[in-house]
């Protein structure tokens, strides 16, 4: 009985159409461009596969910290112009009224 199991099992797993292909293809093009654009080579990740990642982790991480003190030293210096306007501009529509 194994023996009608074990080629049924074979024929669909080695089964794959042109769709499943292009999908693993496509997949693949992904995952690389996604690694790409954390500088992640292909012979580090051979080579050293877990400090490739912690590596790409801290760059990541450095990176999310720098972007949010710009952002935040931008906001400050927004606010700066902004809420004294704002201000005004209350105190004016309340003097209207």
């Known amino acids: 009985m194994d023996e009608i199991k074990r080629p049924k099992f074979l024929k669909r797993l080695f089964a794959i159409s042109p769709l499943g292909v292009f999908r693993l293809i496509a997949i693949s093009?992904?995952?690389?461009?996604?690694?790409?654009?954390?500088?992640?080579?292909?012979?580090?990740?051979?080579?050293?596969?877990?400090?490739?990642f912690a590596r790409a982790w801290v760059k990541t991480w450095h990176a999310l910290t720098d972007a949010t003190d710009w952002a935040f030293d931008y906001f400050i210096l927004g606010a700066i112009l902004v809420v004294p306007i704002f201000i005004i501009l209350r105190i004016l529509k309340a003097l209207r009224k």
């Open 29 to 52: 093009v992904g995952v690389g461009i996604a690694l790409a654009l954390f500088n992640i080579d292909p012979a580090t990740v051979w080579s050293d596969f877990f400090g490739t």
